[in-house]
């Protein structure tokens, strides 16, 4: 189904080309197939009846990275990243999503299967991968690379209601992501300690499931639906002053992506609007209360260099990237550079990098030449999808850790006396 | 085109850098102008050499053959309007040299002029033919359409800048015209003849080009005029006291207000003109200068003058001019972006025609000028689904045009002929450059089969 409303952008699109520049992926193939403005045009024609959906309209639809540079640089106001959702969906109806896909998308939908899922694949990581030391790849990434699943779900282990240290300041819904929950639990601990230490209570209920942007960014819009509705009915509650997350893509998805798809599915979104205004990206809390945290006296004659990687999902779904830069300007001994081209997409683009390997290696190459010019010893981004993607193709010796930002300030924080 | 052809072609390129997929032929069916039309074939050459092969197979089997860059020219130049194959040159992208001595670059055609620009800059030089579409458009695409931009105004367009180039003609033979010098005047300059030929007349696949050191300081002056009159009374005092700004825009009441309504700028909405001056050179002389152009633009009855010291203050004062475009452009689906030009004298009585034209057809116009050498950019607006708005589209063009050359200038500045204007170019060039033009093409491309439907 296509929404009514997106189709009118189809005709305001004037083919000038200005979404050209900013496309990784035409970037790197300098063909029109993988340009902006030919998928738009393309899109066009199939609903015009031009094109019929086939193998090579799927490849050419799939094979964009949904980083949405393309919508902000449209002169005209196309929402090429609602055409490009919309069109996904077509082609998923019609040609169904894949055996791996449906899988893996069983397992997100389903808490138990998912928490399964993960139990078994730490296992094949400790016991296959690890002491064989195989040399296997998923798309660029050599299997020992890819990060290490938590013991148990990081929601598990947190508990549901986290205390503020002090007096009381605020209350928080942290909503985790799957990335937290299952992999990076090290970054959950990040958010909870900083949160506390300014004084917020947080609480992360149980119950939340899949933010469901990977299903539906994929084109199955309806398959999303329960997770959605199911996570919106939870997080939708007047006792928070916030809604938390560490996920850019999770961030992107309840601000905006979910209210979009209720909209084009034409459903009731009054309850995703509210959830909606309520997110807030982690490093906005801290931003805006850099003076409120007591952080360890470090030498700045010892300063590491850190560069920052703007996750897509980040700086233009949900329009934030002065605030990540202010706390790491914050930090005493963090020499702060900033990239060329921070805000272009790294390449990995989910389960674009596994399907698409020769060209998110490309993107990913250009994006390697920009972070390793800077010279840094961390780069810090807030996206477990970019962290990823940057940690396992970053490679050499002298590479930069990946971090998210708010790890590099719970390292910082002073401990106080109980 | 028959299956042995294009496995002839295939093995050339190989199977990756050739494609009859529907979605690739829709793709390369269009460019910003209106019309359409689906090509046989598309093929990415990477070199001079598989270029001339693929000349040589479509000469002696008569194909269309259309060389395309980024496909952003104006004027439907790209669309292959005959169908056959299109050559599209953007995976041609290398800059092969760039050497400070000689201030030379040689490039392929496929090279992005924004890119090759910050390379360029990278050796304290500057390539000044700067088309606002400069961030994608290529090198080889400013050269088949002579690409100007808001610079030409000091330093000339596309054209003065080209030394030499390699370029592979119908039959697949290869010229190479010019060379590495600044001075040159062996035999007839087909360097120029075939820069802005749209590649009617060879495939451009190298290009020597000239580059001059980058002025080290500027400055921009923003004035505001009640009276258009006045504003262009003011270019022509500024042009006439000898001073050669390396910028010089104009936007007028429609444009203002539309952007002014859209970005809130603070701009006002009841002066008919803005003009935008911006002088570069030597850091010593340039106060001087920016003294002299405030007083010509106070005595020709500017209500208003900002001067910009830093480069905050500096792309404040461009920003509108530079979210003209994109405003316009979301006021109707449909816009035409047209580059009628005239004698600086005449720039008043010609955007006085362009306004007064919208009126009478009833078509959304609004004028931004690269007013120093009175090149007009009338932005036509419209909903190409609605026949009947077509049509006063289409009056309102003509209409201009002919406004134009009675003045004394040109149908196309820099945009080109391509299809958009071929039928128009008869008012412009009399029956013995008609005769000369078309005889050139005869001779150079006798079987018709480059870029046919275009120009001429």
């Not at chain 1, 090290?186 to 506390?196: K, P």
């Not at chain 2, 002088?279 to 009855?301: A, F, P, R, T």
């Not at chain 2, 792309?315 to 509108?320: C, E």
């Amino acid at each position: 189904m296509f929404a009514e409303h997106v189709k009118e952008d189809l005709h305001n699109c004037l083919r000038c080309g200005m979404c050209q520049p900013v496309c990784p992926t035409y970037a790197v193939t300098r063909m029109e197939r993988y340009a902006p403005r030919g998928r738009v045009q393309m899109v066009k024609k199939y609903l015009e009846g031009d094109l019929s959906i086939t193998q090579g309209l799927h490849e050419a639809l799939m094979s964009c990275t949904l980083c949405e540079s393309c919508a902000q640089a449209c002169p005209s106001g196309v929402r090429l990243d609602r055409v490009f959702e919309n069109m996904r969906m077509e082609l998923h109806e019609a040609l169904g999503g894949g055996f791996a896909k449906r899988t893996l998308f069983a397992a997100l939908q389903n808490p138990m299967l998912a928490r399964l899922g993960a139990k078994v694949v730490r296992m094949g990581q400790r016991v296959v991968v690890a002491p064989l030391n195989i040399g296997w790849r998923v798309g660029k990434i050599p299997l020992n690379r890819f990060p290490s699943f938590n013991s148990i779900p990081f929601r598990e282990s947190a508990g549901e209601l986290v205390p503020p240290k002090g007096k009381r300041k605020g209350r928080v819904l942290y909503f985790t992501g799957c990335a937290t929950n299952f992999i990076n639990e090290h970054v959950g601990r990040a958010v909870v300690e900083v949160l506390t230490h300014l004084g917020i209570e947080v609480y992360i209920p149980r119950g939340q499931v899949c933010c469901s942007v990977p299903i539906f960014l994929s084109g199955a819009r309806r398959e999303a639906l329960s997770n959605v509705k199911r996570n919106v009915a939870l997080l939708d509650r007047s006792d928070v002053d916030a809604i938390v997350v560490d996920c850019a893509t999770c961030g992107g998805g309840l601000k905006k992506a979910i209210p979009h798809l209720m909209e084009d599915l034409s459903l009731d979104g009054e309850q995703a609007r509210r959830v909606a205004a309520k997110v807030r990206d982690v490093s906005e809390i801290v931003a805006e209360r850099l003076d409120e945290l007591e952080l360890e006296k470090r030498s700045p004659n010892n300063r590491i260099r850190v560069t920052y990687h703007d996750p897509c999902h980040l700086v233009r779904s949900m329009k934030i990237a002065k605030e990540p830069r202010r706390i790491l300007g914050a930090l005493e001994d963090v020499e702060f550079v900033e990239m060329a081209g921070a805000d272009q997409c790294c390449g990995g683009a989910g389960s674009f990098q596994f399907e698409h390997v020769e060209l998110s290696a490309g993107v990913t190459a250009r994006k390697k030449d920009m972070i390793r010019a800077t010279g840094g010893h961390v780069v810090a981004t807030g996206c477990p999808g970019c962290n990823l993607t940057l940690r396992g193709n970053l490679s050499r010796e002298d590479d930069p850790q990946v971090k998210h930002p708010v790890e590099l300030v719970r390292d910082r924080l002073r401990q106080r006396q109980r | 085109m028959n299956d042995n052809v294009k496995q002839e072609l295939a093995a050339i390129v190989g199977p990756e850098r050739i494609t009859d997929r529907p979605e690739d032929l829709v793709v390369y069916s269009l460019d910003p102008y209106t019309k359409e039309h689906k090509p046989d074939l598309v093929i990415y050459p990477l070199s001079t050499e598989e270029v001339s092969a693929i000349m040589k197979i479509a000469y002696r089997e008569g194909i269309p053959v259309t060389p395309r860059g980024s496909g952003t020219n104006l004027a439907g130049e790209t669309v292959p309007i005959h169908g056959g194959i299109v050559m599209a040159l953007s995976k041609m992208d290398k800059i092969l040299e760039i050497h400070r001595e000689n201030r030379t670059a040689r490039v392929q055609p496929g090279v992005i002029n924004f890119e090759f620009q910050l390379e360029v800059e990278k050796q304290g030089l500057m390539y000044p033919p700067d088309p606002a579409s400069w961030k994608m458009a290529t090198l080889g695409g400013n050269v088949g359409t002579n690409a100007g931009g808001p610079r030409t105004l000091k330093y000339g367009v596309t054209r003065d800048f080209l030394l030499g180039l390699t370029a592979v003609l119908a039959n697949g033979d290869v010229l190479r015209t010019g060379g590495l010098t600044m001075k040159n005047v062996a035999g007839y300059d087909l360097t120029r003849l075939l820069c802005g030929s749209e590649g009617t007349l060879g495939i451009v696949t190298e290009i020597i080009l000239r580059l001059v050191p980058k002025p080290p300081a500027s400055r921009t002056i923003r004035a505001d005029f009640p009276r258009l009159e006045d504003s262009s009374d003011a270019v022509a005092a500024i042009v006439g006291a000898g001073i050669v700004p390396s910028a010089l825009e104009l936007m007028d009441q429609v444009v203002i207000s539309a952007v002014e309504a859209a970005s809130h700028l603070g701009l006002p909405t009841d002066i008919e003109a803005i003009l935008l001056v911006e002088v570069d050179g030597d850091e010593e002389g340039l106060d001087g200068q920016v003294k002299k152009i405030e007083k010509i633009l106070m005595e020709k009855g500017a209500s208003n003058i900002l001067v910009a010291t830093n480069k905050e203050e500096v792309d404040r004062l461009w920003a509108s001019r530079r979210a003209a475009f994109s405003v316009m452009a979301r006021l109707r689906p449909n816009a035409l972006m047209e580059d009628t030009t005239v004698p600086v004298s005449r720039l008043t009585e010609m955007i006085r025609k362009v306004v007064d034209i919208g009126k009478r057809y009833e078509v959304r116009i609004g004028v931004v000028a690269h007013a120093g050498d009175g090149n007009l950019h009338p932005l036509v607006l419209f909903d190409q689904r609605d026949d009947e708005e077509m049509v006063r589209v289409a009056r309102a063009r003509e209409e201009m045009f002919r406004e134009a050359i009675s003045l004394g200038g040109t149908l196309t500045g820099e945009h080109g002929i391509g299809m958009a204007k071929s039928q128009f170019l008869p008012f412009q060039l009399d029956h013995v450059a008609m005769w000369v033009t078309r005889r050139i093409k005869e001779s150079l491309d006798p079987k018709g089969i480059l870029n046919p439907g275009k120009f001429v």
